[in-house]
């Protein structure tokens, strides 16, 4: 099976901008989750998404949003991008029934 | 608090010998899960050994295996006959039942010296 894919890989956007990420789980996967990662904070749960719905967040202001489609891909949506955003953002994907997640190569973002 | 400490940010270990990274986490679930992942300067985040916390036996895969004390809510991770390959960021994390959140520690780093 294919892994756990992410486009784009490299993002430059510039503070006051919005930026879409995309991820593609594993087939048959219905969770997805999705991680910032920051040198000082390590990995900080965005939120999860199962069949389409949000099952859970994390402490993340309003700007970062996301949303699951029938096929089980995900975005994440971050607007009015600040230096702060400046992060790896990884997706993770799991299959129903059980626990491990199986993680994406993340998408490194830069606000300049 | 869910949290989860990891007390060494960095870690170094001779080629071929054994060492042993520590992690301590927080929870008032009663059935969860743990795990230990690996992120090679790639960024690719690998699993490397799950625990099932009603499992009194501790994990093993190939060199790697886990000391699980559940009562002391401590979680570490033993790499016996260091490689090169192992060099890498290790992240401990565990998982609740409804397996919809991880929590994450900030990470060991570990430094194979040839």
């Known amino acids: 099976k294919a892994g756990v894919t992410q486009t784009p890989r490299y993002l430059i956007k510039t503070r006051g901008q919005q930026v879409t990420l995309s991820c593609s789980p594993i087939?048959?996967?219905?969770?997805v989750s999705w991680y910032q990662q920051t040198p000082g904070q390590g990995l900080q749960f965005l939120f999860e998404?199962?069949?389409?719905?949000?099952?859970n967040k994390g402490n993340f202001p309003g700007r970062f949003s996301g949303r699951q489609f029938s096929n089980s891909r995900s975005e994440m949506n971050v607007s009015t991008l600040e230096l702060g955003d400046s992060a790896l953002y990884l997706c993770?994907?799991?299959?129903?029934?059980?626990?491990?997640?199986?993680f994406g190569p993340g998408t490194r973002l830069t606000v300049t | 608090a869910q949290t989860v400490t990891q007390s060494q940010p960095e870690m170094s270990v001779q080629e071929a010998e054994t060492v042993t990274l520590s992690c301590t986490y927080d929870?008032?679930?009663?059935?969860?899960?743990l795990f230990w992942y690996k992120q090679p300067p790639s960024r690719q985040m690998i699993l490397v050994i799950r625990?099932?916390?009603?499992?009194?036996q501790n994990a093993t895969e190939n060199r790697f295996s886990v000391n699980f004390q559940k009562a002391a809510k401590s979680f570490s991770l033993k790499i016996s006959d260091s490689q090169l390959g192992d060099a890498a960021m290790y992240f401990c994390?565990?998982?609740?039942?409804?397996?919809?959140?991880?929590?994450f520690g900030t990470g060991t780093s570990l430094t194979v010296i040839p």
């Open positions: 993770a994907s799991r299959a129903t029934n059980t626990y491990e997640q199986y």
């Open positions: 087939s048959g996967h219905r969770s």
């Open positions: 998404y199962f069949s389409e719905t949000q099952r």
């Open positions: 929870t008032s679930e009663s059935d969860y899960y």
């Open positions: 625990q099932e916390a009603y499992k009194q």
């Open positions: 994390a565990w998982t609740a039942s409804t397996g919809n959140q991880f929590y």
